[in-house]
């Protein structure tokens, strides 16, 4: 393929804001990439951490979209008149009630400023309860156990549990709800025009890993199951369609309306939505064999495995987060994994440590504050380099914000061993990359002992990139061989690798890989010696875990 000729465009939708990257699709090269934080979320509106409660408004989206598209052309006025197809991926579970046209609630003017009409964000953990429930129903009303591909677990972070803690609320909302979207789908569906129920394309991403979604079963959970939970989640299903659709296929056209606003060619394709880790997985070069670690506030693990074969029964890999056909790439199950806190957790502590700057009214200006904000988790990783790992060292648990896997359970805790008064900032800090290595163990052991082979691990995401300790300390744990990519884009490049199949540009997903991905930057390889220290520290993180789960269950 000739260079400068054919691009693609790539939106990330994270936590946090939306990165878009316009990449040549000849060979991946970036041609322009623009950053937009969503105004609401960023003031803090319609979330109470405390509770649990993370919303956002449609509106962030669609604007910081429009607004990212138009920074980035700046940097290539030129391709964008190029630029054959996009791709969207988003955070999720990230669903949202809607109306019989498909619309968001939270963009009807009487429930402009209400959380429950908005897209419940997947950190939110107000649906605990929920989950619960659905997991004690699949597992005892007699029927098909919509648990069984989802590791056997139903998080409460996903599209039923979130729906069903909205719905117990009952009011003005749930009496106007029709039906449910996630935001991977709905996005793709903006752009294209096809927000209407009878035509929006749901991904089998969003619908298989966490919507229950199955073809052996007939699609998603039947409506006698539902209805059991609550009546609304029948009326939602009755309008999800049977469909589901893999993200190298074609959601519509690029409208006018949208064309107009980003300065991009009417008509192109744009793909059906997905999940932004698995999309990342893509552009971290996943393969059978082949996990990637996609590595920022919190985790998640992808590796793609074949189909059974005719005649055979797909294999079931308990404690995991589902395994999904087509959610990674067409042709493949897609499994999945992850851990409910990772970089969160170090935020966590720097938050703690910078509470008296923030609090006590101190003479340090903002801009002073800020740079220690920003520089204190550094000074602390380079402090715990110089600690040596003992057999006696702390140990910590990582459920700061419950534990996703292995066997989801938000209602879990974070914990602290071991201290004393010798134990120091730094030492904290070293607790915690370990501990935060010795959950990843747990989800390999996991899969391995599900018949999941892993062969190779490539990390990706913020942590990945900028903590070198972390991910020696990784390698160490684990004892085993740590790839970091060369960029952080791999969302974005993923992205780009499906709008260049849905494009024609390439025939398949892996073609598209070998032109696209970024090489690998560095290696950390395991030290063998504090291996067996870390395997001792290990057996009492375990049994630090167990703890905690005989406390919580009483």
């Known amino acids: 393929m000739e260079k400068g000729k054919n691009y693609v465009l790539g939106a990330d939708f994270g936590s946090d804001s939306v990165r878009v990257v316009v990449i040549d699709a000849a060979d991946g090269e970036v041609a322009g990439s623009a950053v937009s934080y969503y105004k609401r979320w960023k003031e803090g509106l319609y979330c109470d951490p405390k509770a649990n409660q993370f919303r956002q408004h449609p509106l962030d989206y669609t604007e910081s979209f429009e607004f990212a598209v138009n920074d980035a052309a700046k940097e290539c006025k030129e391709a964008m008149s190029k630029v054959r197809a996009i791709c969207v991926d988003t955070t999720g579970s990230t669903p949202c009630l809607c109306d019989e046209n498909g619309t968001p609630l939270a963009l009807n003017e009487r429930f402009a400023d209400n959380p429950d009409a908005m897209f419940i964000l997947w950190k939110d953990h107000t649906a605990v309860k929920e989950a619960d429930d659905f997991n004690a129903l699949s597992h005892s009303w007699g029927g098909t156990d919509y648990t069984q591909f989802m590791g056997g677990t139903y998080s409460s972070e996903w599209f039923w549990s979130k729906l069903l803690h909205v719905a117990r609320k009952g009011g003005a909302i749930v009496d106007s709800a029709v039906s449910a979207v996630e935001h991977c789908d709905w996005f793709s569906a903006v752009l294209t025009g096809t927000t209407a129920l009878d035509k929006i394309k749901r991904g089998r991403c969003s619908a298989g890993h966490k919507i229950a979604w199955h073809a052996s079963w007939g699609g998603y959970p039947s409506e006698e199951f539902l209805g059991m939970l ?242 020696q300390i990784l390698a160490d744990v684990t004892g085993r061989e740590i790839q970091v990519t060369s960029n952080d884009q791999a969302p974005a490049i993923g992205a780009a690798a499906y709008a260049s199949v849905a494009a024609g540009l390439y025939p398949d997903i892996p073609s598209a890989q070998k032109a696209l991905c970024a090489p690998m930057e560095r290696v950390h390889k395991p030290d063998t010696k504090k291996k067996k220290i870390y395997d001792t520290l290990y057996e009492r993180y375990l049994a630090l875990g167990a703890f905690e789960e005989k406390q919580r269950r009483g």
């Open 230 to 471: 609550h009546p609304l989640l029948v009326k939602v299903r009755q309008n999800l369609g049977s469909e589901t659709y893999t993200s190298d296929q074609v959601a519509g056209q690029l409208t006018q309306e949208w064309s107009g606003k980003l300065g991009l060619p009417s008509g192109i394709p744009v793909c059906v939505g997905s999940y932004d880790a698995h999309i990342g997985a893509v552009g971290g070069h996943v393969a059978e064999g082949v996990m990637v670690k996609s590595i920022g506030t919190s985790t998640c693990d992808i590796i793609i495995g074949p189909q059974p074969a005719e005649g055979e029964t797909e294999r079931r890999v308990a404690g995991i987060a589902g395994q999904v056909d087509g959610s990674v790439v067409p042709g493949y199950i897609g499994y999945e994994a992850g851990q409910s806190a990772y970089g969160d957790f170090y935020a966590w502590f720097r938050n703690v440590l910078m509470w008296p700057v923030q609090n006590m009214g101190l003479d340090i200006d903002e801009e002073t504050a800020t740079k220690m904000e920003k520089k204190v988790l550094a000074a602390l990783e380079k402090a715990a380099e110089e600690i040596e790992v003992t057999e006696n060292s702390p140990v910590a648990l990582d459920w700061i914000n419950g534990r996703r896997t292995p066997n989801a359970d938000q209602t879990l805790k974070g914990a602290l061993s071991g201290l004393s008064l010798g134990t120091d900032a730094p030492a904290i800090m070293r607790m915690l990359l370990e501990s935060t290595a010795y959950g990843a163990r747990a989800i390999l052991e996991c899969f391995e002992a599900g018949g999941v082979k892993i062969d190779q691990i490539i990390a990706i995401g913020g942590v990945a990139r900028k903590s070198k300790i972390g991910m």
